[in-house]
């Protein structure tokens, strides 16, 4: 199966989308570029949808998937969502030419839907006004057409999102992934089914021989409840693919929307500070005013006085200087009342111990005394009128560590005036966090971890029920005794059926078995970077193919885990796998790969550029961001395998996707 062009009409971001995606055998790749949100995954998603169809579910799902650019200049009103896919695809050896229509139109508030095939001239189209008879006839043509190029069940193998690859690894333990994938590429399953409808056929004949009616009826019963048990365990898996589908599907819009929670967590986080700022900045503006008030009412003795002695400074200063050379120079001298002392003391001996002629006069010569001491010390004190108390005061107005508080109370205006004229912006930002806050319905995220407990439910009920069959297989087996031996060539026949589909699926699995290995191990080399050159073998079980287990082993023979592979590793591994698949299946289909490096580090990245993609199938369509295949670096190592490069761009004011011949600039040289 090839592509050939992909046509779609008012689908998501497209309002027109036309691409010829022809290759050639030597050029099997289509290099499709965008940046995020350009339309890439809408891409991905309107080939696939082409093939297999949308189920839209109302009329509000139908104004979802509708171009918003289209139905705000005109309205939906008549107009139709269009996926045509045209294809070409192999019968009896021969090339047949298909082109695949599928429209959808809004009428009464219903979705409408019309397909239609055309087949080599041949056409079967089929839509909600098609009588019930006709539109099942054409409607199971279209689908075995589409299955015998690419069942849908095997479409996610070939067309898949690369980081949904690891997702899968994730939700599934990986041998049991790849027991999946080999089983359903490699035609498997058949077998399988087979096994099961011979043994339904075995268990009634086995009953219709039994003579007695006894143990036919036990029999039977045993028999009924193998099979509802077989039901049961076919519908819990039929669940649990479903659950593990929705994960899929769901783990991109489950991640977004959590992140979404936690980006309204975090705007309402921002929201609380500049509420607090504001709130804060009222305060402080509330406290200057009072501050204000309470200086004006102190302003003679905090400001004025404090500003004269600001101004006085220098003079006092200077007497208090004085003051203290006076006292220094005083420190020896004596003072009038030691000089009276002294004097009196001095005179009242003299006139004890010695005769005098005459009374000696005391005040005069204290008088003369102190006269003596002033005009020998040459100490003048010009402040000699100051106290000691007043000296005090003066030392203390000038030189005392009191602030002025209008220099604070300055400081605070200019910041608080800073902070109100941010007011507006903060209350701004406000309302414009607000409005981010998209209000979305967060039960996907409840939806998404329930289903999550439903996988693990299922998988516990599905072993339960498995161990229960074969409690009763063993139970079924004793009745084989009671069972006449009467030669019955269709009863001996059914006997061996069961057993032969059994061992025939074993038989291809061990015949495949080596090539899978061989080539695993080979490619593994090659693509695994962290191992690459060190593996020595691949194994995979060989008992049958309900129970194919998987494991790389170093050439040192220890085994390399898969569990302990890091998400790039698991990706790497589970690629390698689909190119084998490829290779060993049954189909040939295109491989459609969105978001192409996935996980990978750089290392890798470039392995799987330059040795992976070149020769992975006859048609490979990549589509890329500008980091993960560069124009400057990457473009040019697997540009002579690239037959056709197209770039995505996003057209915000008409809201649609546009389109370019080219690699964000560059194209392919012939």
């Known amino acids: 199966m090839k592509i050939k062009k992909i046509h779609v009409e008012n689908y998501k971001t497209y309002k027109i989308l036309d691409l010829n995606l022809e290759v050639s055998d030597d050029r099997p790749i289509i290099l499709i570029g965008g940046g995020n949100g350009c339309g890439k995954t809408t891409l991905f998603d309107a080939i696939y949808h082409a093939l297999y169809g949308l189920k839209i579910k109302d009329a509000k799902h139908f104004e979802e998937l509708f171009n918003a650019g289209v139905k705000n200049e005109s309205g939906i009103l008549n107009k139709h969502i269009i996926l045509e896919i045209t294809f070409s695809g192999m019968v009896l050896n021969q090339e047949q030419q298909y082109k695949l229509k599928r429209g959808y139109m809004l009428a009464d508030n219903r979705v409408l839907e019309s397909t239609t095939l055309n087949m080599g001239g041949n056409q079967f189209t089929y839509g909600s006004g098609t009588p019930q008879t006709q539109k099942s006839q054409n409607e199971e043509i279209v689908n075995k057409i589409i299955a015998a190029n690419l069942p849908a069940e095997l479409s996610n193998y070939f067309l898949f999102d690369a980081m949904k690859t690891s997702e899968l690894v994730k939700e599934e333990q990986i041998n049991k992934l790849i027991m999946k994938n080999i089983n359903s590429v490699m035609g498997f399953n058949k077998y399988a089914q087979l096994r099961k409808v011979s043994e339904t056929l075995l268990d009634e004949k086995k009953a219709e021989r039994m003579q007695n009616e006894t143990m036919r009826k036990e029999y039977s019963n045993l028999t009924q409840k193998k099979q509802e048990l077989d039901g049961d365990i076919a519908r819990l ?57 309470n200086l004006v009412k102190d302003l003679e003795t905090k400001v004025i006085f404090l500003k004269l002695a600001n101004q006085l400074k220098a003079e006092v200063d200077l007497i208090l200087y004085a003051k203290e050379e006076a006292k220094s120079k005083c420190a020896n001298i004596l003072s009038d009342e030691q000089i009276e002392s002294f004097t009196r003391n001095l005179v009242l001996l003299i006139e004890e111990r010695y005769t ?183 194994e995979l079980s060989a008992k049958d193919s309900t129970e194919i287990s998987f494991k790389i082993f170093h050439k040192n023979n220890n085994e390399i885990y898969l569990s302990q592979l890091n998400a790039g590793a698991k990706q790497t591994v589970m690629q390698v796998l689909l190119k084998v698949l490829y290779n060993l299946g049954d189909y040939e289909p295109p491989v459609m790969i969105d978001t192409v490096m996935g996980v990978l580090d750089k290392e890798s990245r470039e392995v799987i550029l330059e040795r992976y993609f070149p020769d992975l199938a006859h048609q490979t369509i990549l589509l890329s961001t500008d980091t993960e295949i560069t124009a400057e670096q990457d473009f040019e190592k697997i540009q002579a395998y690239v037959s056709k490069t197209f770039t995505l761009h996003r057209d915000k004011e008409n809201q649609c996707t546009t389109i370019s011949e080219d690699y964000f600039g560059l194209k392919t040289r012939e």
Do not use: H, W
Request: glycine share 2%; aromatic share 6%.
């Open 237 to 293: 898996k039929t669940e649990y693919a479903a659950a593990i589908n929705y994960a899929n599907d769901n783990k991109e819009q489950y991640d977004l929307v959590k992140d979404g929670k936690n980006a309204d967590d975090i705007t309402r986080d921002q929201m609380k500070t500049i509420e607090q700022s504001l709130e804060n900045t009222a305060r402080r503006e509330v406290e200057f005013r009072q501050d204000m008030d």
């Open 356 to 538: 005098t002629s005459s009374k000696i006069d005391v005040l005069s010569l204290i008088n003369e005394l102190k006269k003596q001491q002033k005009s020998g010390s040459g100490n003048e004190d010009k402040y000699a009128f100051l106290t000691d108390d007043e000296i005090s005061k003066l030392d203390k107005l000038v030189n005392s560590a009191i602030v002025n508080p209008l220099t604070g109370l300055d400081e605070k205006r200019t910041q608080l005036n800073q902070e109100i004229l941010e007011m507006p912006r903060q209350r701004e930002q406000l309302k414009q966090k607000q409005q981010t806050l998209n209000g979305s319905d967060y039960t996907i995220i409840e939806m998404y971890e329930a289903n999550n407990r439903r996988i693990q439910d299922l998988k516990d009920e599905i072993e339960r029920k498995e161990n229960e069959l074969k409690d009763l297989t063993k139970k079924i087996a004793t009745y084989d005794y009671d069972i006449p031996q009467i030669p019955d060539p269709q009863y001996d026949m059914l006997c061996k059926l069961p057993n032969f589909f059994k061992a025939l699926s074993a038989q291809l699995l061990r015949e495949k078995k080596s090539s899978i290995e061989r080539m695993m191990r080979d490619q593994l080399n090659i693509n695994l970077v962290a191992y690459a050159g060190v593996i020595g073998r691949v």
